[in-house]
């Protein structure tokens, strides 16, 4: 069993930045893929990005890549997005997602969940 729980989110203006960061409980962290769903108010959930559990490679959604940056500190059992050049499209509540396939992280169907955390942003 995984918990999730984010934090990070927040009020920031259009081109600022924010790191989201994703703790996990459990002793087999460096087992479990990672990554980050979105949903705006009134869409459907969105991928944003995924890391294998080595950390050694990253995925992106067209729509943050060159601005977002995915990593993971397996010690510390916590996965950080690191988003910058931050957009008014980018509003959205920021979900933490885990599973052992990094696949199944990126399809939207993984395991475990975490209750999100808000980003909006200001034009």
């Known amino acids: 069993q995984v918990q999730l729980v984010e934090s990070g989110g927040g009020l920031v203006q259009a081109g600022g930045s924010l790191r989201l960061s994703c703790a996990a409980s459990?002793?087999?962290?460096?087992?479990?893929?990672m990554g980050w769903w979105r949903q705006a108010p009134g869409k459907e959930r969105e991928y944003v990005s995924a890391?294998?559990?080595?950390?050694?490679?990253?995925y992106y959604a067209d729509s943050v890549k060159g601005r977002f940056t995915l990593s993971r500190d397996n010690a510390k059992k916590t996965v950080y997005l690191q988003m910058n050049s931050l957009k008014p499209e980018d509003t959205a509540v920021y979900y933490c997602?885990?599973?052992?396939?990094?696949?199944?992280?990126?399809?939207?169907?993984?395991?475990?969940w975490g209750q999100g955390t808000q980003v909006t942003v200001s034009s």
């Open positions: 890391i294998t559990p080595c950390g050694f490679g990253t």
């Open positions: 997602a885990a599973d052992v396939a990094v696949q199944r992280v990126i399809r939207g169907s993984g395991d475990y």
């Open positions: 459990g002793r087999t962290f460096n087992t479990y893929a």
